[in-house]
């Protein structure tokens, strides 16, 4: 099955710096990359997703690029706010007629003011 | 307001005692799945359903029963729980049955078996 890796597991930033999580995924036939925000006592929220026959997303402060030859993906938040500060999941699946969402380990990212 | 609604957010039970952890939308999503989080791994799946009464196993199932008897309802049940299946498990749906749309999800309910 899908294997995702999600690198790190934590990141302090200075308010204003950007910061960029990193995924990696193993099988060459995902095609669909959600990221994921889940603020402390929340659940997960949506905040990005990119298909495999793009390269590069944006919106906004956040951006995902995908390699799809490298299977790497990655999330590139600019000019971070302590309103970011939360726990980011990435995720791929394949359109298999199941929603088989693997999803990665995890980054805590901590902004401080 | 449309949302996943979980109960309870938070429980402590014992060994072998069945309890049930109950889901509820109201977007009219075909879609529901439920999910643990365990530290270091992130969100793991561990039933989904794709309508009424239509489920399936995820990635992690053992331990656990579903079912879908009405489209908003996705309860999950532990015949009888053990400390391993202490988690934070979210609910969560999404419209249609194909890749594209994003899950909605629950605020989590954290449970915790003594």
């Known amino acids: 099955g899908e294997n995702v890796e999600q690198h790190p597991s934590t990141l302090s930033v200075q308010e204003g710096d950007s910061a960029v999580i990193k995924c990696t995924y193993s099988?060459?036939?995902?095609?669909?990359f959600p990221w994921y925000k889940q603020e402390l006592g929340k659940g997960p929220q949506l905040i990005i997703d990119?298909?495999?026959?793009?390269g590069e997303k944006k919106d906004q402060r956040i951006a995902v690029t995908l390699n799809k030859t490298a299977k790497h993906f990655s999330l590139h938040i600019t000019e971070t706010q302590p309103e970011d500060s939360a726990v980011y999941f990435c995720?791929?699946?394949?359109?298999?007629?199941?929603?088989?969402?693997?999803f990665g380990s995890g980054t805590r990212l901590q902004v401080q003011p | 307001e449309a949302q996943v609604t979980q109960n309870p957010r938070y429980l402590i039970t014992v060994t072998g005692k069945k309890l049930t952890v109950t889901c509820s939308q109201n977007?009219?999503?075909?879609?529901m799945s439920w999910y643990r989080q365990d530290p270091g791994l992130g969100l793991r799946q561990i039933y989904y359903?794709?309508?009424?009464?239509?489920?399936d196993k995820g990635d992690v199932p053992e331990g656990y029963k579903v079912s879908r008897k009405e489209k908003r309802n996705f309860p999950l049940i532990l015949e009888s729980p053990s400390p391993n299946q202490t988690s934070l498990y979210f609910c969560?749906?999404?419209?249609?049955?194909?890749?594209?749309?994003?899950?909605?999800f629950g605020e989590g309910s954290r449970l915790t078996v003594l």
């Open positions: 969560a749906s999404s419209p249609g049955t194909g890749l594209t749309g994003e899950l909605f």
């Open positions: 099988d060459s036939a995902s095609n669909y």
């Open positions: 990119i298909r495999s026959n793009v």
């Open positions: 995720a791929a699946s394949k359109d298999t007629g199941r929603r088989a969402l693997t």
């Open positions: 977007m009219n999503h075909e879609y």
């Open positions: 359903s794709m309508n009424v009464e239509v489920t």
